[in-house]
């Protein structure tokens, strides 16, 4: 993949995350990274192509990082850790998360990013619900609602606490975060 691409991948991602999709234009990139607005087109036709491009990136990341813990043969506590660390350096970035930042605009976003936006959504709650059903089957975890609302639960609520910690000032987010362990406990 081109040095170019990636960059204006990188940038727009960075973009919708900090302004979010529908603030941002072709012409803060090519500001950005120095270079013409026709090269962006090159690399993608339109905004909803990078749109696109960016979810199924992160889609791919996300992938990338259960196969890692997998094959480095994480527990449960580990797995649920290095997620909600996604989460803990994006606050200390002051940036949301790709779905926090997409659902304000989702009935503005063309079709395909809204079906890739979804197939992310849907990936990261299957993954947490095994993971929570895992986890209680064994013991790890402990809590009364079924797996998969636990993992709604979960999942909401770190996308949420993003979104409140742009608005709400020093935010003690390591004691949000330990919540979220702490519910699980057995």
């Not at 791919?60 to 813990?69: G, K, L």
């Not at 909600?84 to 200390?92: D, G, L, Q, T």
């Not at 064994?138 to 609602?145: E, L, M, S």
């Not at 636990?150 to 987010?173: E, N, R």
Request: charged share 25%; proline share 3%.
């Amino acid at each position: 993949m081109s040095v170019t691409r990636e960059k204006i991948l990188e940038l727009g991602e960075n973009l919708i995350r900090t302004r979010g999709y529908n603030a941002f234009s072709y012409q803060d990139i090519s500001t950005e990274l120095g270079i013409k607005n026709a090269a962006i087109h090159y690399y993608f036709p339109s905004k909803e192509n990078l749109g696109t491009s960016i979810v199924r990136t992160n889609i791919q990341r996300f992938e990338e990082m259960v196969d890692n813990m997998h094959s480095r043969h994480f527990d449960e506590w580990q797995q649920l850790e290095s997620f909600v660390k996604i989460y803990v350096r994006s606050h200390r970035e002051q940036k949301k998360c790709l779905v926090g930042s997409l659902g304000p605009d989702y009935r503005t976003l063309n079709e395909t990013t809204q079906v890739e936006l979804k197939r992310m959504i849907e990936r990261i709650l299957k993954w947490l619900t095994d993971l929570l059903e895992q986890g209680k089957a064994r013991k790890v975890f402990a809590f009364p609602d079924d797996p998969a609302s636990k993992a709604l639960s979960i999942f909401s609520s770190l996308v949420a606490s993003l979104q409140l910690s742009g608005i709400v000032d020093k935010m003690d987010y390591k004691s949000f975060s330990q919540s979220i362990y702490d519910d699980l406990k057995p």
